[in-house]
T-cell receptor, first 110, second 112 residues
Framework: GQNIDQPTEMTATEGAIVQINCTYQ??????LFWYQQHAGEAPTFLSY????GLEEKGRFSSFLSRSKGYSYLLLKELQMKDSASYLC???????????FGAGTTVTVRA | DSGVTQTPKHLITATGQRVTLRCSPR?????VYWYQQSLDQGLQFLIQ???????AKGNILERFSAQQFPDLHSELNLSSLELGDSALYFC???????????FGPGTRLTVT
């Protein structure tokens, strides 16, 4: 199976930056995803990395280092609506199956 | 709105019973995935279908089964239900060879 680790909780102030780290151990790596999930709602896609480097998408950026089995999601200019769980997920093989980490609950305070 | 629909939204049933959860993927998506999310287990992949055929299997119990029909909608059947089966069940869909999975709103199953 896959071993995916991310912190359980993080707290930050509105307007600040938060970095959520994710480490993984897997075989047949075929991409890393970040999803946002508000309580009781469906996960929504944030970003996808398959090659090393930084992908920027507005206030959200995601980084991948395949050699280190490491990714981070960077949330800038935090807003109250960013309070949610952030799920790191790894795809393996050609079947597009996703294995999810337990999620990081981010709380944004005024 | 992701375009993926799931019914019912909520389901309350007793132990030992059998239920069927339904999912309609986004228009044009051939792949359907089922996930279970409980408080202590997080989001767990159950099974994937592609154009009617089983493609990948995760941590799906033998009491659970699924299928994808010719019109591409999918059903997840849960039988001999136990208290521990109480969870949110999500369906997701994706295009062939696309990387993004679109999640439906989920079905909240409560087993009493």
């Amino acid at each position: 199976g896959q071993n995916i680790d991310q912190p359980t909780e993080m707290t930050a102030t509105e307007g600040a930056i938060v970095q959520i780290n994710c480490t993984y151990q897997t075989s047949g790596f075929n991409g890393l995803f970040w999803y946002q999930q508000h309580a009781g709602e469906a996960p929504t896609f944030l970003s996808y990395n398959v090659l090393d480097g930084l992908e920027e998408k507005g206030r959200f950026s995601s980084f991948l280092s395949r050699s280190k089995g490491y990714s981070y999601l960077l949330l800038k200019e935090l807003q109250m609506k960013d309070s949610a769980s952030y799920l790191c997920a790894v795809r393996t093989g050609a079947d597009y199956k996703l294995s999810f980490g337990a999620g990081t609950t981010v709380t944004v305070r005024a | 709105d992701s375009g993926v629909t799931q019914t019912p939204k909520h389901l309350i049933t007793a132990t030992g019973q059998r239920v069927t959860l339904r999912c309609s993927p986004r228009s044009g998506d051939l792949s359907v995935y089922w996930y279970q999310q409980s408080l202590d287990q997080g989001l767990q992949f159950l099974i994937q279908y592609y154009n009617g055929e089983e493609r990948a299997k995760g941590n799906i119990l033998e009491r659970f089964s699924a299928q994808q029909f010719p019109d591409l909608h999918s059903e997840l059947n849960l039988s001999s239900l136990e208290l521990g089966d109480s969870a949110l069940y999500f369906c997701a869909s994706s295009e062939r060879d696309a990387y993004e999975q679109y999640f439906g709103p989920g079905t909240r199953l409560t087993v009493t």
